[in-house]
């Protein structure tokens, strides 16, 4: 169930949205549509589908309006993409996006469309379904095998990058939701792969950290834990994604 303060959050910035640019359906994915939201700790994942190209007006219009949001709880967790429904042909085709307080541009991946076909959820207008090309199972499995070989597998050779929570949590847990991608074409939420990487042999004071800044109560960490953390981290995740891109 979702907390109040999300609920208002995100209720308001639809209609903002709608005032703000033509904006024919909005959509949730990741932990706010699959079940496994955890109000200020997940991302609020959105999807905007516009009607057309925005203009140089209304793109800095769309800018106000999220730094607007900047003093609204859980808002700085809201990231959304922008896309022209003419223009979602492309799984690789980048996108006007808002996230991590500024304006970007990049894709909607594989991984992201088959969450919105199979538990995507309407926030306004028509479903994924009626707009959205569906993502077959092998170009799902390519672009998995290509993120954990072209980003995840590369960022292993930047040690003082997983001294960091975000590195550590996203590289393990994305690991964990590729292998089970690609074992059957399932996507699983962020708390199913915590029990896969146990099963994968990931070191358990590692997941148990992760499970506690995500679900619990965690305490301080110390300099010792976090050096002592990412060289665990490396050194399971290194051989791990080597087989798999394998």
Not at 61 to 74: S, T
Not at 106 to 126: A, C, D, K, M, N
Not at 202 to 207: E, F, K, N
């Amino acid at each position: 169930m979702v907390d109040r303060d999300t609920e208002q959050l995100v209720e308001g910035f639809v209609v903002a949205l709608r005032a703000a640019v033509p904006v024919g359906s909005v959509w949730a994915h990741g932990s706010l549509a699959g079940g496994d939201y955890q109000p200020g700790r997940s991302d609020l994942d959105l999807i905007a589908v516009l009607d057309r190209p925005c203009t140089a007006a209304e793109e800095e219009r769309l800018g106000e309006l999220h730094q607007k949001l900047g003093g609204v709880p859980l808002a700085s967790k809201l990231h959304c993409s922008y896309a022209v429904v003419t223009e979602l042909d492309d799984p690789a085709r980048p996108h006007l996006t808002w996230a991590h307080e500024e304006l970007m541009h990049r894709p909607i991946t594989p991984v992201t469309r088959r969450e919105l076909h199979e538990f995507g959820l309407v926030l306004y207008g028509q479903p994924p379904a009626d707009v959205l090309p569906p993502v077959t199972d092998e170009q799902l499995a390519d672009f998995v095998v290509a993120d954990l070989k072209s980003f995840w597998l590369p960022a292993l050779d930047h040690p003082e990058r997983w001294l960091r929570d975000i590195w550590v949590d996203l590289g393990l847990l994305t690991f964990a939701r590729a292998t089970a991608t690609l074992h059957d074409g399932k996507l699983i939420t962020k708390a199913e792969a915590l029990d896969v990487l146990t099963e994968l042999g990931a070191p358990i004071d590692v997941v148990d950290d992760i499970r506690q800044r995500r679900y619990g109560v965690p305490d301080p960490a110390t300099e010792q834990w976090l050096t002592r953390r990412a060289e665990l981290t490396v050194t399971f995740l290194r051989p791990a994604i080597e087989q798999a891109v394998r």
